[in-house]
């Protein structure tokens, strides 16, 4: 009977939760519709100016076309793959610095004040640096992508490294483990969902700091679209391109979280 009433009540709560997320995807769905509305709307009835903020017609039709033809491809790949790279490298190597700073107490505390430098320096101003450095191609985006994420990646994870309950080191000190051994059996695994959220923060990061990237340097790209598109006021091809990416960011962003998700069911 205890049995019955216990899998009613768990059946109950996965109606909740399913009818939750309904509502939930419905409005998200009703704020996009009204916004995309409203922005026509007053565009049309010139509310806002429609050379510089164009309409969503005349995104959708100037996307069709550029699809149609295939110009936008070569640019919304090279950004793209610019993007993951960026992303994968700084993500891995924002943890592999953690982890140099976790394993001895003296490195981290020499480079502890380059660490808030570094991180309260506006990374755009390293740009011509990275353009002399690596020259004005796909590295320099790819190196500018890395340096805006690996700090952030970096902080977050020292961070949950220091967070681990102590009396788990304890433990295992008690039992004679290596400093190897602990970080294996006790930091990494107490630490890793905060690694994973990372690689939600890291997406919006990657992104800023590729399009900053092709800002300064690109011939090529989304970044370059949107900057030779305030050249020649062609607002609309702005307004696509920004389209194109917050497309673009939203799809990486589902997919690493449905990374998490499986990353967390398979390693609890």
């Not at 793209?80 to 790279?85: G, K, Q, S």
């Not at 490195?107 to 740009?127: E, I, Q, T």
């Not at 977050?156 to 290596?178: H, I, M, Q, R, T």
Request: hydrophobic letters at 55%; zero cysteines; proline letters at 3%.
């Amino acid at each position: 009977m205890k049995q019955q009433t216990d899998q009613h009540l768990f059946e109950n709560y996965k109606k909740h939760l399913q009818r939750e997320k309904k509502v939930v995807i419905a409005w998200q769905l009703a704020i996009l519709i009204f916004f995309i509305a409203l922005w026509e709307i007053a565009s049309r009835f010139y509310w806002i100016d429609p050379l510089l903020f164009s309409s969503p017609s005349k995104v959708v039709d100037l996307l069709i076309t550029r699809f149609a033809n295939g110009s936008i491809f070569s640019h919304l790949s090279i950004t793209l793959f610019e993007t993951i790279l960026g992303f994968i490298i700084g993500t891995i190597g924002g943890i592999l610095i953690a982890i140099l700073l976790w394993s001895s107490a003296r490195f981290s505390k020499v480079m502890d004040p380059y660490l808030v430098v570094f991180n309260a320096m506006p990374k755009v101003a390293l740009g011509p640096i990275l353009i002399v450095a690596f020259g004005p191609g796909y590295f320099s985006i790819i190196a500018m992508g890395f340096i805006i994420s690996v700090i952030v990646t970096t902080l977050v994870v020292y961070s949950a490294f220091n967070e681990v309950d102590p009396n788990y080191e304890k433990v295992l000190k008690s039992f004679g483990a290596s400093k190897s051994q602990i970080f294996k059996e006790a930091i990494f695994p107490a630490a890793l969902p905060a690694m994973i959220s990372t690689l939600k923060v890291n997406v919006g990061l990657s992104w800023v700091g590729v399009i900053v990237g092709e800002y300064l340097v690109s011939k090529e790209g989304l970044g370059y679209l949107i900057i030779y598109g305030f050249q020649v006021f062609d607002f609309t091809l702005v307004m696509a391109s920004l389209v194109i990416i917050a497309i673009l960011a939203a799809i990486m962003y589902k997919i690493v979280e449905r990374l998490e998700k499986w990353l967390i069911k398979h390693t609890t």
